[in-house]
């Protein structure tokens, strides 16, 4: 028995809303299991809304989509930042942040509201049946995981802001573009895989060598040794 368009179309507005309320508690919390466990959460409802779409307008590219992401975002990536990373930046009690919570959730709150007007002229652009809650909800994510990868002064967390502005991005996409070629989202996929085992790889070296992995001790470690060559020369 299949399932009517208005059912799934509902199912895709509630994987929408926990989508971008996985956005919003990825700015809130302060620990980097908790923004490990939103952004897998959060890759799963891009795989749900993906296979939603797929069976509403009967797209088998959305399928092969869904399977993409269901298996590198919520499965290899937090193997590969896992067998990449030490247990120590898991067990890490609070990531450093420029502003605090409540003031992050004010601009998170602003920079949702702007995508909503930022959708409007792209919706009035495509035909009625490429409009959908996709667009607005996708551009929240990416301004959301933008602003977390700038106010975070840890690798890691700024790692999965990257990774959340990328889903924001496909979860727009996918509604824009349904016809995507696999071969597409397979490199983009990989891209995305080796982005984060180099970083994982690079991020346990420093953390091995100084102790660290804030960016601003990165930084100054840089010129302080800008400094000693200057005093040796």
């Known amino acids: 028995m299949s399932i009517p368009g208005s059912t799934l179309g509902a199912l895709n507005a509630l994987a929408g809303g926990l989508f971008l309320l996985t956005a919003f508690a990825m700015v809130a919390t302060r620990q980097t299991r908790g923004c490990l466990l939103l952004f897998i959460y959060q890759s799963l409802l891009l795989a749900a809304s993906a296979f939603l779409l ?89 301004l959301l995981g933008a602003y977390t990868l700038a106010v975070r002064r840890e690798a890691v967390p700024m790692l999965i802001g990257i990774l959340a502005m990328e889903n924001g991005a496909f979860f727009a996409g996918i509604s824009l573009s349904r016809e995507l070629p696999l071969i597409v989202e397979l490199a983009i996929a990989s891209d995305g895989l080796i982005l984060v085992f180099v970083t994982g790889v690079l991020v346990r070296t420093i953390q091995r060598r100084i102790g660290s992995t804030r960016v601003g001790e990165l930084a100054s470690l840089k ?10 020369t």
């Not at 869904?66 to 067998?83: A, E, F, W």
């Not at 702007?114 to 551009?139: D, K, Q, T, W």
């Not at 010129?223 to 040796?232: C, I, S, T």
């Open 223 to 232: 010129e302080d040794q800008a400094l000693r060559r200057q005093g040796v």
């Open 54 to 142: 797929a069976g509403e307008y009967g797209s088998s590219h959305l399928v092969g989509v869904g399977v993409v992401n269901l298996i590198s975002k919520p499965i290899v990536v937090p193997l590969i930042l896992r067998r990449t990373l030490s247990s120590e930046i898991y067990t890490r009690r609070e990531i450093d942040q420029a502003l605090n919570i409540p003031a992050s959730l004010t601009i998170a709150l602003a920079l949702a509201v702007f995508s909503y007007f930022l959708a409007i002229p792209i919706l009035n652009s495509v035909a009625p049946e490429f409009r959908s809650a996709n667009v607005p909800i996708g551009l929240a994510g990416l």
